[in-house]
Antibody, heavy 122, light 110 residues
Framework: QVQLVQSGAEVKMPGASVKVSCTAPGYTFTSYYMYWVRQAPGQGLEWMGMINPSGGYTTYAEKFQGRLTMNRDTSTSTVSMELTSLRSEDTAVYYC???????????????WGQGTQVTVSS | QSALTQPASVSGSPGQSITIPCTGTSSDFGTYTLVSWYQQHPGKAPKLMIYEAYKRPSGVSNRFSGSTSGSAASLTISGLQAEDEADYHCCAKVGGGTWVFGGGTKVTVL
């Protein structure tokens, strides 16, 4: 049974950084792309980026270039997302999601984590 | 990358069919095949309903169907049920292997 388990809620000051993790037991971790998607209060979904857990290669949305870093730890089947220089507009629920089919397919987001609330406030 | 465009809300009575459009430039939709749709109930994570424009994952009701035409995609819900009341998000793969979402559509069952 595929289940993505994310780390807990975070409250950060403007200008700080936040790191959210997503542990993915129950399948071959290195065989599926992983994605990060966020949702600001009352807003739609926003795609942030993706990582190939096998080689660690990443692709980020242009909007987050320079502020976003994704990593993976194959020993614990965990991916992480770190966002720096936080501002109030980064207040959102952050989700990790797994690809529907195996690499090299990059086709849709099938299994989702429970979401992590990140609040940026002074 | 600009977001895809969806109506803010769509409503229908139980048993009716509704269609949610999702529009963008041709570059957003690329080959018009890698479009997916997600259902999201309040406070919950999204759920994949349609992928590759018209395919349903295992377990998704056949009341949900997807299609594309020109620079637009659409999701149709047939035989509308109370449990279908949720937000629906379209998503398309664009250049460089990146993805873009629509703004989301709130479906209300009257």
């Amino acid at each position: 049974q595929v289940q993505l388990v994310q780390s807990g809620a975070e409250v950060k000051m403007p200008g700080a950084s936040v790191k959210v993790s997503c542990t993915a037991p129950g399948y071959t971790f290195t065989s599926y792309y992983m994605y990060w998607v966020r949702q600001a209060p009352g807003q739609g979904l926003e795609w942030m980026g993706m990582i190939n857990p096998s080689g660690g290669y990443t692709t980020y949305a242009e909007k987050f270039q320079g502020r976003l870093t994704m990593n993976r730890d194959t020993s614990t089947s965990t991916v992480s997302m770190e966002l720096t220089s936080l501002r109030s507009e980064d207040t959102a629920v952050y989700y990790c999601a797994r690809a529907l089919t195996m690499i090299p397919r990059n086709d849709a987001f099938d299994f989702w984590g429970q979401g992590t609330q990140v609040t940026v406030s002074s | 990358q600009s977001a895809l465009t969806q109506p803010a809300s769509v409503s229908g009575s139980p048993g009716q069919s509704i269609t949610i459009p999702c529009t963008g430039t041709s570059s957003d939709f690329g080959t018009y095949t890698l479009v997916s749709w997600y259902q999201q109930h309040p406070g919950k994570a999204p759920k994949l309903m349609i992928y590759e424009a018209y395919k349903r994952p295992s377990g998704v009701s056949n009341r949900f169907s997807g299609s594309t035409s020109g620079s637009a995609a659409s999701l149709t819900i047939s035989g509308l049920q109370a449990e279908d009341e949720a937000d629906y998000h379209c998503c398309a793969k664009v250049g460089g292997g990146t993805w873009v979402f629509g703004g989301g559509t709130k479906v209300t069952v009257l």
